[in-house]
DNA sequence: TCGGCACCTGATCA
DNA sequence: ATGATCAGGTGCC
């Protein structure tokens, strides 16, 4: 059974609109909550696990603690949650004002409600996004769990099965249970455990990459050169610029982790971290990607924000979220089996005169157009709660982009 | 200020 | 089967 105290389930009121759990939990804000049920979702935090439930009406959430609490101590897990989720801000009249101020937002969020901005710890939000330079969502996640396993603090464990059991306990369930794991959980490192002169050795091993000096750096920098408190102090006490500039003096620390750790935990709204997917979006939907801005320069990557800053108001970064979260693949809770196939087709090749006016220097640029043909077939299951198979369908979703390969001439 | 390249690793695709 | 490319970038020249 579950090694820990669990205390009973507790629940706040909330609609879908204002959190959607499965939604906000995945997309790459943290990347430490694990799926412990069918529709549970649990993390370790510094002295307690949380696991969290939601249906249309109200979040639950409980703790479960590694030795019993005493009787006396009132338990503040509600609060904790309230704070995480940053429940104190309304997402729905949100949602009103960006849709109002772009079309292209409501067009994109009306599939995707509920994504909010979750209020994390500062220094756990900048070391686990320093592991996510040049990296994917799935080995970043891999990563901090192997952090929290090596430098952290056991919490326990918990049983994770397919089928939870009923909310309100009544009858201990024999039935209905395929094949229960224990999972241990940790709390995220300390500044000071990352500090330790084996780290970055043990990272390397770990498969951190380049990534594990820079970690090791940071925790140095932040524990032997920084007040006590500092990262927090960034949240009340400096705005969003110098909060930004304050990050960047840490190792492997670049504008775009800045605005992570701005926005994801020290209460920025503004903050507009600008990766590959947002500046896919920026290229695609809102005109970037031509003439002087063609490429990601620090120039163009304050140019990005500015403009979505300016459309969407001071809380851009919330906003830039949900149109992040639309535009990733990795919805994949009922989708397996993706396969995709690329057809390319030469369709013209020809010679233009240069139009950008930038650099006069060239004159000339043979532009050579291929229509590239993205085919992606889904084999969706959809199971029902006992996990069975009750239906299996193929989604076949065609993307079509034009490809330019340019070779440029001196007149 | 801008472009170019190296950097760890594992997955995916041609 | 094996090489190229990509994945929520950063640091250095």
Partial sequence: MTKGYSTSWGQLPISLN????????????????????PDEWSCGFPDRIISLRQNPTHLHYRATYPSPPSPSSKDDTEDIVRDYFNLSVDLASLYEKWSTADPNFKKKAGEFRGVRMLRQDPWECLIGFICSSNNNISRIGQMVDKLCMTYGKPLGSLTHTSTNPPLASSTPSTINSPTPTQVEYYSFPSIESLTAPDVEETLRKLGFGYRAKYIYNTACMV???????????????????EAHEAL?????????????????????????????????IATRDYKFGKGKHRSLTKAVYDAVGDHFRELWGDTAGWAHSVLFTADLRTFADRLENTKT?????????????EEDEEDSEIKKEEIEEEVVKKVESKRVRKRGADGQVKSETTIVKVEERTERRTRRRRG
């Fill in 223 to 241: 524990h032997n050169d920084r007040p006590k408190g500092f990262l927090n102090t960034l949240r009340d006490e400096k705005n969003y610029k």
């Fill in 248 to 280: 960047l003096e840490f190792s492997g620390v670049g504008p775009k982790v800045a605005d992570c750790v701005c926005l994801m935990s020290l209460d920025k709204m503004g903050a507009v971290p600008v990766d590959t997917h947002v500046w896919q």
């Fill in 341 to 353: 196939t690329t057809v390319k087709t030469k369709v013209k090749v020809e010679v233009k005169e």
């Fill in 18 to 37: 204002q959190l959607c759990l499965a939604t906000v939990l995945r997309c790459g804000q943290s990347f430490r909550w694990k799926l412990s049920g």
